[in-house]
Nanobody, 124 residues
Framework: QVQLVESGGGLVQAGGSLRLSCAAS????????MGWFRQAPGKEREFVAA????????YYADSVKGRFTISRDNARKTVYLQMNSLKSEDTAVYYC?????????????????WGQGTQVTVSS
């Protein structure tokens, strides 16, 4: 079993940057693909980025490509989301998730474990 705790959210002006962290517990963290999702008020949860268990493959939603970077440190059992050039439409609760599927997917149902989320608010 994996427990996930996100941190690093907050209030930032448009154009600014934030770095989210997701700390995992459990001995098998390195065997999971990891993803970041977000959910804005009144909207469905949407895929943001994912990374394979080794970190060798990454995937991004078109809306964040070129601005966000996902990475992981298996020794620290942590996955990161570096967010640059933030826009007001990036405002949402951001969740990290772990998937036992070898190839990361964009579908929330493919993820087995979820964190509680961290709020990101971008002011224009």
């Amino acid at each position: 079993q994996v427990q996930l705790v996100e941190s690093g959210g907050g209030l930032v002006q448009a154009g600014g940057s934030l770095r989210l962290s997701c700390a995992a517990s459990g001995r098998t963290f390195s065997s999971y693909a990891m993803g970041w999702f977000r959910q804005a008020p009144g909207k469905e949860r949407e895929f943001v980025a994912a990374i394979s268990w080794s970190g060798g493959s990454t995937y991004y939603a078109d809306s964040v490509k070129g601005r966000f970077t996902i990475s992981r440190d298996n020794a620290r059992k942590t996955v990161y989301l570096q967010m640059n050039s933030l826009k007001s439409e990036d405002t949402a609760v951001y969740y990290c998730a772990a998937s036992s599927i070898v190839v990361p997917t964009t579908t929330p149902l493919s993820y087995d474990y979820w964190g509680q989320g961290t709020q990101v608010t971008v002011s224009s």
